[in-house]
């Protein structure tokens, strides 16, 4: 079945240590998006990739940086992590096929990341 | 601004049908009303979504106004495993998702 995966579905990390979190997706989707959701809130998104092109959402962090190497893979890496950082990260992606008049986004299962 | 608005909780008995409702006055016309669930620890799950005209899957049904100013999200025969938040949202190809506060739904034996 064409999918989202993320890995590690758990992650815990120190305070100030880089952390990698990767997404990986089937469904050879133009566009992937990460977001972060902290408890009982609703997601957030935090940037996407359009194919190559990055962008930035305007209140995301300097902390937090994206690599998409290729279609399948997306990296999110946080430099420093701080104890509110703490969250689940969401990878998704949808087709971005030109000229769709909607885009459905698919959502992996989540990396619960914990700083201590 | 999410434009839409949810009850924030809602009860509904397992096996009976669960309406939830969804204001979304705001939403331009070209937007269309995209319900996505989040059942806990899990991702978004997407349900539906619709323009004008009311819709029906495998999972749900939508059933949006004539002047598009609300829709409601039909589960016909809820169970214990549709216990979610469920995110009623506004969105098409042109902007992000933005997600609201959504409604808790807790079905009940």
């Known amino acids: 079945d064409a999918m989202v995966i993320q890995n590690p579905r758990y992650q815990v990390t120190q305070f100030g240590k880089p952390v990698t979190l990767s997404c990986s997706q089937t469904?050879?989707?133009?566009?992937m998006y990460w977001y972060q959701q902290k408890s009982s809130q609703a997601p957030k998104l935090l940037f996407h990739?359009?194919?190559?092109?990055?962008?930035n959402e305007a209140d995301t962090p300097d902390n937090f940086q994206s690599r998409r190497p290729n279609t399948s893979f997306c990296f999110l890496d946080i430099r420093s992590p701080g104890l509110g950082d703490a969250a689940m990260y969401l990878c998704a992606t949808s087709a971005g096929t030109s000229g769709l008049l909607t885009d459905t986004q698919y959502f992996g299962p989540g990396t619960r990341l914990t700083v201590l | 601004d999410a434009k839409t608005t949810q009850p924030p909780s809602m009860d509904c008995a397992e096996g009976r049908a669960a309406n939830l409702p969804c204001n979304h006055s705001?939403?331009?016309?070209?937007?269309?009303v995209y319900w996505y669930r989040q059942i806990h620890s899990q991702g978004p799950q997407y349900i539906i979504h619709?323009?004008?005209n009311n819709e029906t899957n495998e999972m749900a049904s939508l059933i949006i106004t004539e002047d598009r100013k609300s829709s409601t999200l039909i589960l016909p025969h809820a169970t214990l495993r549709d216990t979610a938040v469920y995110y009623c949202?506004?969105?098409?190809?042109?902007?992000?998702?933005?997600f609201g506060g959504g409604t808790r739904l807790m079905v009940k034996p």
């Open positions: 990739y359009y194919d190559k092109d990055f962008n």
């Open positions: 705001t939403i331009s016309g070209n937007e269309y």
């Open positions: 469904l050879n989707h133009n566009v």
């Open positions: 619709g323009l004008k």
């Open positions: 949202i506004g969105h098409n190809a042109g902007n992000m998702l933005t």
